[in-house]
């Protein structure tokens, strides 16, 4: 079995990234608006902050108080889709419960939105006209590409139908030629569909749902799971499930990292379209 490394390859990109944005002398600025202090969210935020200003991205957080009514963010949404200083905007998840994020993220301008999480940045992926690919969507896209593995022509079952990472993956997956099929908490028999898949997706959260049984082996396994285990932070496939592979993406150090890194692509993907 050989390791997809995220970790890997993010650093390559950063390298790339931070010279591509040093020789075209582009001036991003990235603000991150966040309702109160989750702590996961706090984490993730220092991440993006870090990676972003290492590349020579001026980021800004800007943290509300978590009982800031929607009404306050729209405002702060709309000043900083006219800000000129701003190239993207990233409301993060999760905000309060008071609040409809997905009613407020769509609000950020489709240009500034780094996450494509916009209707006009996802419909582009079903119409097969892709502008802003949602992050972790466009990381394992990225990671196939670095690892030489063709998609297209291939069986790919996807877990998951989230607007963020299942749906999205589908679609452009679909748009690089594959065959796809997706599953979710309502399918029956799993089994019946990843056992004969060239490739696993599982964007589910749930620790231990895809095992050996339900795989082939030599299938190709990316796992986007994040799950807390006794302490330690595990994916959604048993290590025995990724032993039959022929490439596993491990948790920690596979899909993540590259989330974080295609913040930065999209950045830059966004300023060269502003001109
Ligand atoms: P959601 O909770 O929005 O979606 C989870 C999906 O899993 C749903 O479609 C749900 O089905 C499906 N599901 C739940 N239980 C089962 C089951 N037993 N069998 C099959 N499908 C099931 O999550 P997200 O898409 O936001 O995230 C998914 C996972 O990926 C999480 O662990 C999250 O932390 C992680 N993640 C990791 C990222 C990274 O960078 N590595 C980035 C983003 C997310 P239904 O629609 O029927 O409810």
Known sequence: ????????????????????????????????IQLGDNEASNTYIRNKLKYTEEVGIESNLIKLPEKTKEAELIKVIEELNKDKKVTGIILQSPTPDHIDFTKCARLIDPKKDVDGFSEENLFSIRDNNEKIIPCTVKGILKLFDSYNIPVAGKDIVVIGRSNIVGRPLADALINRNATVTICHSKTKNLEKYTKHADIVVSAVGKPNLVTKEMVKRGFIGIDVGINMVDGKLVGDFTKEAGEKASYMTPVPGGVGPMTIAMIIDNLIELKEKEK
Not at 3 to 32: F, M
């Open 1 to 32: 079995m050989k390791v997809i490394s995220g970790t890997k390859v993010r650093k390559e990109l950063l390298e790339k990234y931070r010279e591509t944005i040093q020789k075209k002398k582009l001036k991003i600025g990235l603000a991150i």
